[in-house]
């Protein structure tokens, strides 16, 4: 079976994929995957064929990998194959990858790895030189918004749904989102010194800061240069992000949005990340006392 380095935009979407392909190798099918004993497992990380690597803290364990190449060279339990799925594996540091050099390359008929990461290029070329590559093509906003339509949100909630990119097919939570949203367009149309740091440590925590900085940044940006709330990819906030586009330039909004953009790529510790939105909030912060 050939390595398989998963990679798109979506770390939800990447997990989707891998459990998708856990379940076609480890379950021998089901009538119903509620009640299937296989794919319940699965889930939860307990199928005896299965080992789900992740970072622990910030890296993956070396040891950790070594593991999974012994647990590789054993004979499945259960299924007809044994499968190792190694999440955010842009984390693997180099003598983990290493040690998987040789079973990534030659796993046998027995073994499937699976790699995933939002960042492929980050990863050592020998890794991915004995992989198949697959890339999940990022949805489009307004498939998404048909999609959530169709499960029969409100037309608001819909859009604020594909605003956010929630996976429709996943448990989200809207009103926490909104929530989040509302504190950081409020802090960054207040642009203190301290709210500013706060909302560095607060965005810090959350998987989708960058992407969600940015959209908010850019929608701010569209109002700030006068275009209607309508083109607005967050309508929802349209009302807070008019309060923001008051007090920043379009022009300046515009480059904080792309700088936000950028810092969703190589961000290993989170102590990196948070310096990395301080700059980011006092620089704007800045530009408004200058304007
Ligand atoms: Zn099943």
Do not use: M
Not at 46 to 55: F, G, M, N, T
Not at 114 to 133: D, H, K
Not at 178 to 206: D, H, K, P
Not at 226 to 233: I, K, M, Q
């Amino acid at each position: 079976l050939r390595s398989l380095i998963v990679s798109g935009d979506s770390p939800a979407r990447l997990r989707r994929e891998a459990l998708a392909i856990a379940n076609r190798i480890l379950c021998p099918g089901h009538d119903a995957p509620e009640a299937c004993s296989h794919c319940r497992r699965i889930d939860q990380d307990s199928h005896p064929d299965l080992i789900h690597l992740r970072p622990d803290g910030t890296q993956i364990k070396v040891e950790d990998v070594r593991e999974a190449v012994r647990f590789a060279t054993g004979r499945p339990y259960e299924a007809s194959a044994r499968l190792i799925w190694i999440e955010q594996a842009e984390s693997l540091r180099d003598t983990g990858a290493n040690a998987l050099l040789k079973s990534l390359e030659e796993p046998g008929e027995s073994v499937q790895w699976i790699l995933t990461t939002t960042s492929p290029e980050s990863l050592p070329t020998t890794v991915r030189s004995r992989c198949v590559a697959r890339r999940i093509s990022p949805r489009s906003p307004l498939d998404l918004l048909r999609r959530f339509e169709s499960a029969g949100l409100s037309p608001s909630d819909a859009r604020d749904a594909s605003a956010f990119e929630f996976e429709p097919d996943d448990p989200f939570d809207l009103p926490g989102a909104r929530e989040q949203r509302r504190l950081l367009v409020q802090s960054l149309a207040e642009g203190s010194v301290s709210t500013s740091l706060a909302l560095a440590a607060a965005v810090a925590e959350l998987d989708n800061g960058p992407r969600l900085t940015a959209s908010l940044l850019r929608d701010a940006a569209i109002l700030a240069a006068g275009a209607p709330a309508d083109r607005l990819r967050h309508f929802g906030a349209a009302s807070e992000l008019g309060k923001l586009a008051k007090v920043y330039r379009a022009e300046t909004l515009r480059e904080a949005a792309a700088e936000a953009d950028a810092l969703e790529e190589g961000f290993q510790r989170s102590r990196q990340k948070r310096l990395a939105y301080e700059r980011l909030f006092l620089r704007l912060c800045r530009s408004r006392d200058e304007g």
